[in-house]
Nanobody, 123 residues
Framework: VQLQASGGGLVQAGGSLRLSCAAS????????VGWFRQAPGKEREFVAA????????YYANSVKNRYTISKDNAKNTVYLQMNNLKPEDTAVYYC?????????????????WGQGTQVTVSS
């Protein structure tokens, strides 16, 4: 399975962006799909995840109530809607997938990764 992340960009604080993660060469069925981010000089951190088959969602505390993860079955795509963005949200955002429904926020447990998309929030 290959993942393609897109939708990043430059936005002012308080603005919104929507990231997309599309799968090719396979489907997300039976998978947990997650979003991670990595800021310069920092470790990659979990942002959100969705268990595809059962629609359960999980969020890091830092993004709860601001970000929403969702999916489109027909397009085999996962979205990350990011609202009320803050400068500290600036990072490269990656989508990832692991072939199981049981949720994990540990990056090393994900098998497939997209290439990353830059999100920059100006103050």
């Amino acid at each position: 399975v290959q993942l393609q992340a897109s939708g990043g960009g430059l936005v002012q604080a308080g603005g919104s962006l929507r990231l997309s993660c599309a799968a090719s060469g396979g489907t997300f069925s039976g998978c947990t799909v997650g979003w991670f981010r990595q800021a310069p000089g920092k470790e990659r951190e979990f942002v959100a995840a969705i268990a595809w088959n059962i629609d359960l969602t999980y969020y890091a505390n830092s993004v709860k109530n601001r970000y929403t993860i969702s999916k489109d079955n027909a397009k085999n795509t996962v979205y990350l809607q990011m609202n009320n963005l803050k400068p500290e949200d600036t990072a490269v955002y990656y989508c990832a997938a692991v072939g199981r429904t049981r949720y994990t926020q540990l990056a090393h447990e994900y098998d497939y990764w997209g290439q990353g998309t830059q999100v920059t929030v100006s103050s």
